[in-house]
């Protein structure tokens, strides 16, 4: 069974640090580009970051947020520095079987979420 398993998640005081893990099973990792996604309470999910099998990589938080992958553990990271209130989201890991792409519908394995709640 495919599944992707999302941890790191938690209550933080604002300019604080957390690193989400994302731990797959059941599919050939190093064959899907990896994302983060995150949905703030009352907006739409949005695009945080997506990183290629062999560690190419883009994210929409730049300066703060930093993707990375182990191929080897399976496992795909964000680190969320300098975080803010507005990055508190429920935020989503996914996996696509493109060679790369930040659209969310092109993201076929998803993840059950893990709640972010940064404090001012």
């Known amino acids: 069974q495919v599944q992707l398993v999302e941890s790191g998640g938690g209550l933080v005081q604002a300019g604080g640090s957390l690193r989400l893990s994302c731990a797959s099973s059941?599919?050939?990792?190093?064959?899907?580009?990896m994302g983060w996604f995150r949905q703030a309470p009352g907006k739409e999910r949005e695009f945080v970051a997506a990183?290629?099998?062999?560690?190419a990589n883009t994210n929409s938080v730049k300066g703060r947020f930093t993707i990375s992958r182990d191929n080897a553990k399976n496992t795909v990271y964000l680190q969320m520095n300098s975080l803010k209130a507005e990055d508190t989201a429920v935020y989503y890991c996914?996996?696509?079987?493109?060679?790369?792409?930040?659209?969310?519908?092109?993201?076929?394995?998803w993840g059950q979420g893990t709640q972010v709640t940064v404090s001012s």
């Open positions: 059941g599919l050939t990792f190093s064959r899907y580009v």
């Open positions: 990183i290629s099998w062999s560690g």
């Open positions: 996914a996996a696509s079987p493109l060679s790369f792409t930040v659209l969310q519908y092109e993201y076929k394995v």
